[in-house]
């Protein structure tokens, strides 16, 4: 069964550093999505991603953030300057159609544990 | 206010019951989704019911929507030692583009 792949599983890096969170989302979706996850608290929208372009972003999602699809397969979500508040569980997902044609599930990733120090 | 709140928080019962958590959202939907997160874990697309259904069965889950209410109900009948994970319902929002808001899960653990 096809998989969203989310590189690398955990991250620990030092508070002001820059972090890249990796996803290859499945080959035939369309729509390319993060959220994230504060250990024991609720899942939260990050942004979606549709046609090379950012279609909707939360207030989580300052220009501290910023998401880019390189190339055909890969989609990353840059952190600059991390901030201790930013140690999260982070998953990227992906959807064949999005919402606008009726709704399919998304398929997530397994996370990546980002741990700021 | 929460758009997806599931209850109960946490719930545990025998291997072999069935287990029923239940959903309730604010505003109008296009879909309702159930996810299943293992701990630690990524989330796991369980089963999708749109507005217009108001029932889904996908193996031994049985999802029901009843739009009125603007509230969910997921059911897992005879449990399972693997069952034991969180569960939550994810919203899309009518009218509100690309995104799905989840709820903040029911954390089920199914006793041997």
């Known amino acids: 069964e096809p998989e969203v792949t989310q590189t690398p599983s955990h991250q620990v890096t030092q508070m002001g550093q820059e972090v890249i969170l990796r996803c290859v989302p499945i080959?035939?979706?369309?729509?390319f999505y993060w959220y994230r996850q504060i250990l024991g608290q609720k899942v939260e929208f990050l942004v979606s991603f549709y046609n090379n372009e950012i279609s909707e972003k939360s207030e989580i999602f300052d220009d501290q953030f910023s998401v880019e699809r390189p190339d055909g397969s890969n989609f990353t979500l840059k952190i600059r300057s991390t901030k201790l508040e930013d140690s999260a569980m982070y998953f990227c997902a992906s959807s064949v159609a999005g919402d606008r044609a009726g709704g399919y599930g998304y398929t997530f990733g397994s996370g990546t544990r980002l741990t700021v120090v | 206010s929460q758009q997806g709140e599931e209850d109960p928080q946490a719930l545990s019962i025998q291997e072999g019951e069935n287990a029923t958590m239940n959903c309730s959202y604010k505003t109008s939907i296009n879909n309702l989704q159930w996810y299943r997160q293992n701990s630690g874990r990524g989330l796991v697309h369980l089963i999708l019911?749109?507005?217009?259904?108001r029932e889904k069965h996908s193996g031994r889950l049985r999802v029901t929507l009843d739009t009125s209410k603007k509230s969910s109900s997921l059911l897992i009948t005879a449990s399972r030692a693997a069952d034991t994970a969180s569960y939550f319902c994810a919203t899309d929002i009518m009218n509100r583009d690309d995104k799905i808001i989840f709820g903040k899960g029911t954390r089920l653990h199914i006793l041997p």
């Open positions: 080959s035939n979706h369309l729509y």
């Open positions: 019911i749109r507005s217009n259904e």
